[in-house]
């Protein structure tokens, strides 16, 4: 079992930059592949960002270039910065942990909200 837990979220205006992270408990050490999915009011839970357990990362196309997850496998901490923030950015942002791929999502967290005012 892992259990994950979000923090840093926040109000920003447009522009602004917020930095989430999530701390993995439990076996942490057997998770390939942690994530961040975002999900605005009435819209359906979308992937933002993924980082595998080789180091390879992935972003969705709206955020690279703004957006960086980083991995403390030490601290079992999964991280993400975020600059240039859009309004489209708010939401509510979940960290996810996949045991073997990046694919599947076996654990959530309870989510931080994110907040971008104009």
């Known amino acids: 079992q892992v259990q994950l837990a979000e923090s840093g979220g926040g109000s920003v205006q447009v522009g602004g930059s917020l930095r989430l992270s999530c701390a993995a408990s439990g076996s942490p050490k057997t998770i390939y592949c942690l994530s961040w999915f975002r999900q605005a009011p009435g819209r359906e839970r979308e992937w933002v960002a993924s980082?595998?357990?080789?180091?390879?990362?992935d972003y969705k196309d709206s955020v690279k270039g703004r957006f960086a997850i980083s991995r403390d496998n030490g601290r079992n901490t999964v991280s993400l910065q975020m600059n240039r923030l859009k309004s489209e950015d708010a939401g509510v942002y979940y960290c996810?942990?996949?045991?073997?791929?990046?694919?599947?999502?076996?654990?959530w967290g309870q989510g931080t909200q994110v907040t971008v005012s104009s």
């Open positions: 996810a942990a996949g045991v073997r791929t990046c694919g599947v999502s076996d654990y």
């Open positions: 980082h595998k357990a080789h180091g390879k990362t």
